[in-house]
């Protein structure tokens, strides 16, 4: 039987949605992933922040340039919509810059959203964090939607991670990554004789 005083006290929390890398579920995703999966979790993940109505926070990276390309101009949309909608509700409508390719005076997701927690006063008694976006690792729990996650568990937040997170773990339709590699190939071919 579920502890009904956890389950209280959570309830009472005011929940977060935070999406990191987004950009990465774009062309990244269609690579690793191949165009099919990569459409169908895109998919998943965009429905799943427009249906948000709270705070949100967006963890970009240097991928986050991908979310102008008409080609993935819903996620990019849901995200400004998502956060605007915050703002416009007086609540926490956010986008940092935290890369896992940490460059100079630049912050990588971990310390992006440690930065959030500060400045916003943020605390374990009164928030808990919802966390989706690139990549996340069910099993092996390496990946910057479970850094992320982890962060914030160590510093004593209620954290989950929904199930719109994309995985590399994903299993990667052959006929798509045959297509994938045989463009490839094609441009490759096309442009060796060039220079």
């Known amino acids: 039987m579920p502890d009904s005083s956890s ?3 959570r309830n009472r929390l005011q929940s977060i949605l935070i999406v990191v890398h987004p950009g990465s579920a774009c062309g990244s995703a269609n690579f690793n992933l191949g165009r099919n999966l990569a459409d169908g979790c895109r998919e998943v993940l965009t429905n799943d922040i427009l249906a948000w109505q709270g705070p949100i926070i967006v963890i970009d990276s240097d991928l986050s340039s991908d979310l102008e390309d008409p080609r993935f101009a819903d996620l990019g949309a849901a995200i400004a919509e998502a ?6 509700a007086g609540r926490l ?5 935290g890369s896992d390719d940490t460059l100079p005076g630049e912050d990588n997701q ?4 440690s930065g959030v927690v500060a400045c916003y006063q943020l605390s374990p008694d009164q928030h808990r964090f919802e966390v989706t976006g690139c990549w996340y690792d069910p099993e092996e729990d390496y990946g910057c939607v479970n850094d992320v996650r982890d962060t914030l568990a160590a510093a004593g ?3 989950s991670i929904r199930d719109s997170a994309i995985s590399l773990d994903e299993e ?3 006929q798509d990554d045959d297509e994938v590699r045989g ?3 094609a441009f490759f071919n ?6």
Request: no cysteine; charged share 30%.
């Open 157 to 159: 937040f209620d954290t």
């Open 93 to 97: 409508g956010l986008r940092v810059v």
């Open 110 to 113: 971990s310390q992006a959203i």
């Open 83 to 88: 956060t605007e909608r915050a703002r416009a």
């Open 7 to 9: 389950s209280g006290s």
């Open 172 to 174: 990667v339709d052959e």
């Open 183 to 185: 463009a490839m190939l």
């Open 190 to 195: 096309r442009t060796d004789g060039e220079g």
